[in-house]
Every structure is written in C-alpha cells, then in structure tokens.
C-alpha cells in the first residue's frame, strides 16, 4: 500500500539513505533544516511501512514555489510513487495560492526533464556550471 504524508523525524535516516542512493550531493543536515523551516513542503512516499521517495520544496522570497528535491529509490522508480509525490507538493503551493513552481534538472539527467515535462513543467533557462561538479543545469517552471 502507497501512502503519501508529510515527513516525520523518525524517516530522517531513510531519506539521507535515499538521497545517497539517488543523488549524493547534499548534506544531510539540508533534510533537517528543511523539516525545521518549511516541513509542509517535505512529504514522503511509504510502500509497506518503507520510506522509498520523498519530495522537499519551499516557498522562495519571492513567492515562488520552488522544488529542492525530488528522489525515488531505484527500485520503486516507474511506479508513479514520483508523479504522486510530485502532485501532492503541487497541491501544497496551490494551497498557499504560488503562481508558479521552479525547479533546477542537470542537463544529463534526461529521465527528470522528461518526467517534470510529463507534468507540465517547461524549460525556461540554463544554468551554466550550476552544479558542484560544473553541469549545467536547465531551469523548469510550471504556471499554476
């Protein structure tokens, strides 16, 4: 059984194993600062009691809705657990009445463009060496 909520201290270590797994770029204490700061934005997907997906974003200055991170495990990928977190994060700005959500996709990560263009978002911009390690990444925005 798939069960979306929001995060809860206790999945701590299971989101910085999936972080690990998926990305290893950010420190761990993000996820906390996270929870601490902005903890309706950071929701996480359960299957059979496991956390297996998560999704952090925050509102920006601005106002803007803004997606820090979305991860699922490999092994739980193509199963629509990153189109539910990703829905129900969309949900969470529409609430607070964001006109639009941005989000940052590495240039060689063609999977996460195409799943984020699945879900209406468009490219607006590239980033140039925007990563640590110098990618680049393209800049995607969805109107609400």
């Not at 990305?23 to 700061?37: I, L, S, V």
């Not at 309706?40 to 009691?49: E, K, L, M």
């Not at 989000?103 to 699945?118: D, I, P, S, T």
């Amino acid at each position: 059984m798939n069960i979306i909520r929001k995060f809860e201290p206790p999945d701590f270590p299971s989101v910085i194993s999936i972080e690990k797994q998926v990305f290893n770029e950010h420190d761990p204490f993000f996820y906390m600062q996270f929870y601490e700061t902005c903890s309706d934005g950071f929701i996480v997907a359960q299957v059979n009691g496991f956390i297996v997906g998560f999704i952090v974003g925050f509102l920006t200055p601005d106002v803007k809705g803004r997606i820090f991170s979305l991860a699922v495990l490999p092994a739980y990928q193509n199963r629509g657990i990153g189109s539910s977190l990703l829905k129900e994060i969309i949900e969470v700005f529409r609430e607070i009445k964001v006109t639009e959500i941005i989000l940052e996709v590495r240039q060689g990560n063609v999977k996460a463009k195409r799943f984020y263009e699945r879900h209406g978002f468009i490219t607006t911009d590239v980033m140039e060496k925007y990563y640590n390690d110098g990618e680049s990444a393209y800049l995607m925005r969805l109107e609400m």
